[in-house]
């Protein structure tokens, strides 16, 4: 997934993204909570924002953001899938290709017991 955001955003003229220990931590934590809660939002079970969940892994921030996509596809070609869905959708392509943003965090859970399956998540952000 990272190679291909940070490749269409070097075909833009854009720096690609710096992944970010921190804002993987909270795109895969709000993948799970998703996934294990059955449910596709930007907001948490617990009410949390994006924003809240970045703070939390310790990264502070001054621009922050999030693509969310859910699919029942377990294949390898799902990230393409969620890739090309956020670049078909004006605001989630203006995330992918934000100048705003410099990092990015990208997180994936899965449970057959959701409504969806496969749950991804992006969070962009600038320190």
């Known amino acids: 997934m990272l190679g291909l955001i ?3 955003r070097t075909n833009q003229g854009l720096a690609p993204y710096s992944l970010q220990a921190p804002l993987q931590a909270a795109a895969r934590l709000h993948s799970t909570d998703m996934a294990c809660n059955d449910f596709l939002s930007h907001t948490g079970s ?5 924003r809240d969940r970045i703070e939390r ?5 001054s621009w922050a953001g999030e693509n969310i996509f859910a ?6 070609n ?9 670049m078909n959708s004006a605001p989630h392509r203006a995330n992918l290709l934000s100048p705003n943003y ?18 991804f998540t992006a969070v962009f952000a600038r320190p």
Do not use: C
């Open 46 to 50: 617990d009410g949390s924002t994006v």
């Open 71 to 76: 699919t029942g596809d377990t294949s390898s």
């Open 102 to 119: 410099t990092d990015i965090g990208l997180g994936y859970a899965y449970s057959a017991d959701s409504s969806y399956g496969g749950y």
């Open 57 to 61: 892994q310790g990264y502070s921030w």
């Open 78 to 86: 799902a990230p393409q899938r969620a890739f090309t869905w956020w």
């Open 6 to 8: 940070n490749q269409e």
